[in-house]
């Protein structure tokens, strides 16, 4: 269980940083896997993103060096790239841990409890938004260490670098920096994967773990606030091979039953007979704010019957966990 400090805060600000020189595409897609974690997602392009999971930890079930761990894993894994993740109360000491992380990537959780012990003995420069020339005004002066600039007056500081800038910095190398992740940039997708421990022609295991992905693309668009306007199928045949169909949803949605039927629809399109199944992927594409999306009040009673389940169903998902419900429970009533 992640550690609290005084002001019960704990170790749950992520600074991601991407390669350098990271495409576009590729860095919209880092954002999304960021995404999976968390909804609330700061995008610093081009390579970078801060990621506040203090919401997602109990979710999760895990603390946020696991998570960090997690994210690493799945861009090696999906993307073909490393990532460094600094972890710590605030942006500044997440920023600072991410740097200290030599290429290709790792991960660096710094405790609450220990922040001043960590800053302490880095070079000034290393301290997360310390430029050349102030750092540089600072060395001359004789402070050398994050350690030195915390112990140094604040009113010297600011003489030192100028007044914003001067008390930013005096604060910064104390560990104070009260800034919250800003949510910005939200990737324009979402997308959840399967993948079968063996091929597969079996059309019931298909369509249950399709169902599965169904309710596990529906939460993370409730908990981001986002709707789809359509949905993307991939299915992967042995030989590596592949089959791709895209759709438009009739109005633009998050709810399991929306999103379920134009999934069936598009397995049903895709005439599966005798294809041997390695994995299947589903994407919510064209995304928009859940608040654009108008909720029209439905005479199918057992349509209402549904969201209202569903609402209960993500409350206890939140608490206890993904696996508390499972699809089979949350679609008893479509079948």
Known sequence: MAA????????SVMHVRGPDRLAEEVFRQVLE????LSPTVQALPPSAALVEVKGALRYHGTGARRLGEVLRVRTLSRLGIDVRVGIGPTITVAATASGQIDAPGGVLAVDPYKVADWLGPLPVEALHGIGPKQAAALREYGVHSVGLLAAVPPATVQRLLGGTAGRLAADRARGIDPRPVAPRALPASASVRHSFVQHTLDGAVVRGALLDLVVQLGLQLR????AARGLALTLRFAGGTAWEKTRR???ASAHEDDLRTLAYRLIDAAGLQRGRLTGLALKAVDLVDADQVAEQISLDQAREDRLTAEAVSDRIRTKFGPGAIGPAATFRRAS
Do not use: Y
Not at 223 to 226: F, M
């Open 33 to 36: 896997l960021c995404a999976e």
């Open 249 to 251: 949803l009739p109005e």
């Open 223 to 226: 908990q981001r606030g986002q």
């Open 4 to 11: 609290a400090d005084d002001q019960g805060r704990v170790p």
